[in-house]
Every structure is written in structure tokens, then in C-alpha cells.
T-cell receptor
Framework: RKEVEQDPGPFNVPEGATVAFNCTYS??????FFWYRQDCRKEPKLLMS???SGNEDGRFTAQLNRASQYISLLIRDSKLSDSATYLC?????????FGKGTRLSVIA | EPEVTQTPSHQVTQMGQEVILRCVPI?????FYWYRQILGQKVEFLVS????????KSEIFDDQFSVERPDGSNFTLKIRSTKLEDSAMYFC????????????FGDGTRLSIL
């Protein structure tokens, strides 16, 4: 089983749509969880940390289910500028472990 | 906002040559990292560095690789005797090390081995 698995994508959605990404992780000792976004040939940039109680940052909502080892990201009212690859990232007592990412294309 | 900076942005090198990739982490961060991303693949951990020594390394980080913090600001990755398969984006990252705090990435060095 891969350490961090994500929806394969790509997701092609119209502007204004709501889109959800899922991620599962295999290491139950993982302690910290993040969503990063990566534009083509650019560095990963932190989108948001994911907390056990769930958290929201503007149009973005992240959820964590430790029992199921499942993380989600919801994007509401998609913008063209949201087009990118979204990386699910997990950390335990080890360095960051990245998922392969899910590509999102928001279409006008 | 403070950021991690990397140089050069693109390095082209002949197979078998040595390369040094440079990074300046965020100034008050204590943990430093190197990652690589082969085109079309996921970001992979190479090595972490704390208190002037390697704290962890992956199986990718073999004897071909070394890291150094030669002064108070730079953090370097040296790749000896480069191979074609070393072609990738190399990202430096730094963090405060506090639990739950994220790592901040530089914009990467694209290494092309010919």
C-alpha cells in the first residue's frame, strides 16, 4: 500500500463549481497533515494545515478522520486561478511524505 | 514574508560531473531539507539536517550525495559523479521544527544531466 494515496484526477470543473479531493495515508503514527498546491514546474506551496477538528480558510475546507486515516479538501466557488496540482502531505516522526497529487483544471 | 531561496534556477551538467546546489533557508528556521521531484512523479524526501548534522536520510541519499552548511546561512547539496537519472527538480525546504509547523519550500533548481 502506498504511503499517501490521492484521487488520480485530473478534475476538470467549470468556474464556480465545488470540488472535493480525497487522500488516505497508511502510517497511523502520522501527526501532521497538510495540503500543498503545486503549479506546473514550480515548488510546492502550503495551502493549509489540516487539524483534527477540521478547518476552513476562505473557500477551502479541510477535514481529517484519524480513525479512517483519511483527509479531504473541499474547494468552493472555484476560480480559474485554482488550477494546479493539489498535494496531500503527511508527517509523523519522519520527513514529509507526499502524495502524487491531483490535478485540477478550472475552465471558464 | 521570509522565503527560502535557491540557486541556480537551472543547472545543465555533463554526466559524471559534480554539481553543488545552493539554498538559503529562512533565517530563524532550524531544520533544513532536500527533496527531489523527477518530471511527472511525486516529491521525494532526500535528507534532513539539524544542528549541523544529518538527522535522517532516505535510501535515495546514497554515497553520491552529501550536504553541508558551510556558514550561517547557506545549505548545500553536492551530487558527485552525476548520472542521467539524477535529472530532476531539487527543492530545498526549511522549518522551525515545532510540531505541526509546515515546511517552506524554495522555488527549486532544475538539474539536467546530459
Amino acid at each position: 500500500r502506498k504511503e499517501v494515496e490521492q484521487d488520480p484526477g485530473p478534475f476538470n470543473v467549470p468556474e464556480g463549481a465545488t470540488v472535493a479531493f480525497n487522500c488516505t495515508y497508511s502510517n497511523s503514527a502520522s501527526q501532521s497533515f497538510f495540503w500543498y498546491r503545486q503549479d506546473c514546474r514550480k515548488e510546492p506551496k502550503l495551502l493549509m494545515s489540516v487539524y483534527s477538528s477540521g478547518n476552513e480558510d476562505g473557500r477551502f475546507t479541510a477535514q481529517l478522520n484519524r480513525a479512517s486515516q483519511y483527509i479531504s479538501l473541499l474547494i468552493r466557488d472555484s476560480k480559474l486561478s485554482d488550477s494546479a496540482t493539489y498535494l496531500c502531505v503527511v508527517k509523523g516522526n519522519t520527513p514529509l511524505v507526499f502524495g502524487k497529487g491531483t490535478r485540477l483544471s478550472v475552465i471558464a | 514574508e521570509p522565503e527560502v531561496t535557491q540557486t541556480p534556477s537551472h543547472q545543465v551538467t555533463q554526466m559524471g560531473q559534480e554539481v553543488i546546489l545552493r539554498c538559503v533557508p529562512i533565517s530563524n528556521h532550524l531544520y533544513f531539507y532536500w527533496y527531489r521531484q523527477i518530471l511527472g512523479q511525486k516529491v521525494e524526501f532526500l535528507v534532513s539536517f539539524y544542528n549541523n548534522e544529518i538527522s535522517e536520510k532516505s535510501e535515495i541519499f546514497d554515497d553520491q550525495f552529501s550536504v553541508e552548511r558551510p556558514d550561517g546561512s547557506n545549505f548545500t547539496l553536492k551530487i558527485r559523479s552525476t548520472k542521467l537519472e539524477d535529472s530532476a527538480m531539487y527543492f530545498c525546504a526549511s522549518s522551525s521544527g515545532l510540531l505541526g509547523q509546515p515546511q517552506h519550500f524554495g522555488d527549486g533548481t532544475r538539474l539536467s544531466i546530459l
